[in-house]
T-cell receptor, first 117, second 114 residues
Framework: AQSVTQPDIHITVSEGASLELRCNYSYGATPYLFWYVQSPGQGLQLLLK??????LVQGIKGFEAEFKRSQSSFNLRKPSVHWSDAAEYFCAVGARAGGTSYGKLTFGQGTILTVHP | DVKVTQSSRYLVKRTGEKVFLECVQD?????MFWYRQDPGLGLRLIYF???????EKGDIPEGYSVSREKKERFSLILESASTNQTSMYLCASSLIRSGTDGYTFGSGTRLTVV
């Protein structure tokens, strides 16, 4: 079965600083990978996704993520954080067709980002 | 834009009550999902559906059931609510079964069982 681990429950950064949120997955082949963001009181919004090809993917709001097969990781990065980026971030993994978990996304525990002025 | 609407933002129910959480999407998506969200546990899949009248168990289906009589509506039912079902419930839909189009989420229903 697929699984996702986000090792950091809570991260605090200063506005303007760089950001990296960690995500490690467990899956037997190359999975589909996603990052979602949840602002307070809202549902989740898709930031970016990886299926295949270029391992560095660009998303909305200036975010990017890099797929590293050797490390089973899909870390989210942003070069300069804005106060409006404060939210909870979720990494998710999906199985490819033929897998027993096909069609289901499995989410990590989430990382809460606090931004100090 | 696809919109996923959950009928209630907040609900308070008593232990033992039968509870219905409603979710409607307006873009003809085939696939719909119910997750519950708890601090430190992330989102956990309760049930999902790929077609009308079709349902499949997710990772934590115990104590829940679902109904999908129409394509646009996916209801989550708590047959006999218990305090350990106090949680945030999120509905989502997607056009493509793999989810590679990205799920569209509703704003959630925060259920408190007293």
């Amino acid at each position: 079965a697929q699984s996702v681990t986000q090792p950091d429950i809570h991260i605090t950064v200063s506005e303007g600083a760089s950001l990296e949120l960690r995500c490690n997955y467990s899956y037997g082949a190359t999975p589909y990978l996603f990052w979602y963001v949840q602002s307070p009181g809202q549902g989740l919004q898709l930031l970016l996704k990886y299926f295949s090809g270029d391992t560095l993917v660009q998303g909305i709001k200036g975010f990017e993520a890099e797929f590293k097969r050797s490390q089973s990781s899909f870390n989210l990065r942003k070069p300069s954080v804005h106060w409006s980026d404060a939210a909870e971030y979720f990494c998710a993994v999906g199985a490819r067709a033929g897998g027993t978990s096909y069609g289901k996304l499995t989410f990590g525990q989430g990382t809460i980002l606090t931004v100090h002025p | 834009d696809v919109k996923v609407t959950q009928s209630s933002r907040y609900l308070v129910k008593r232990t033992g009550e039968k509870v219905f959480l409603e979710c409607v999407q307006d873009m003809d998506h085939e696939n719909m999902f119910w997750y519950r969200q708890d601090p430190g546990l992330g989102l956990r899949l309760i049930y999902f559906s790929y077609d009308v009248k079709m349902k499949e168990k997710g990772d934590i289906p115990e104590g829940y059931s679902v109904s999908r009589e129409k394509k646009e509506r996916f209801s989550l039912i708590l047959e006999s609510a218990s305090t350990n079902q106090t949680s945030m419930y999120l509905c989502a839909s997607s056009l493509i079964r793999s989810g590679t189009d990205g799920y569209t989420f509703g704003s959630g229903t925060r259920l408190t069982v007293v």
